[in-house]
């Protein structure tokens, strides 16, 4: 028999509720998920072109997709944290002595109209806000970044779920495609391909742009001979 309204909005308050609680049981996995299916989303065109172009099959292209990223990962920070630290460390002295310097240079107050104006107090308000308003957005990115690379269970956690998304990319697409009603599979085919154009589209063309940019800052800044240019790109 065909289930009333009422039950239908029972059963649906009650997935709700139970989605929930699970989300809630389960939020700690919930940021490492999602790392995981980015990067599955980024591997898997290497993936796919390994396959395609070395003639092996799926799971060995997976694997050696996920072996070279993590070579590169291994190998990235070993090459840039030690002279970006140092160039970092740098820059905060010469921005610490950079405020002090202004700091006496606008040490004197001037009468405009009536009016005093203490330069020294507005760069220290300035100064207060700028720490005020950067702190939370440092303070709650490294808890992030922490919080999901800092576990080796985490670690773990998203390479082996998005090394499976990878390796069953298209499986998983064709179960997907069994859920929607036959009468709107072929709209969601659609709205499917579209979105994964536009997500293509932005999350590469954002990772290039970065690199991009930080490339041409770092040439050109060396190039001019900027203090701490491989710093400010990054």
Known sequence: ????????????????????????VFRAAISPFIIAVLLSFILNPIATWIETHIKIRRAYATLLAFFSFLVVVSILPLVIIPPLIAQWNALSTNFTLLIEHAESLLGHTYTIAGFSIDPQQAVRSLVGSLQDLLQPVFTQTLRYVVEAVSSLVWIVFVLVISFYFVKDSR?????????????YRKDYIYLRGEINLVWNSFLRGQISLALLVAVIFTVVGLIIGLPFAFAISV
């Open 1 to 24: 028999p065909l289930w009333s309204p009422r039950i239908k909005l029972t059963v649906a308050i009650l997935l709700l509720g139970l989605s929930i609680f699970l989300l809630y």
């Open 171 to 183: 499986a998983l697409s064709a179960w997907m495609e069994t859920l929607p009603p036959p009468s």
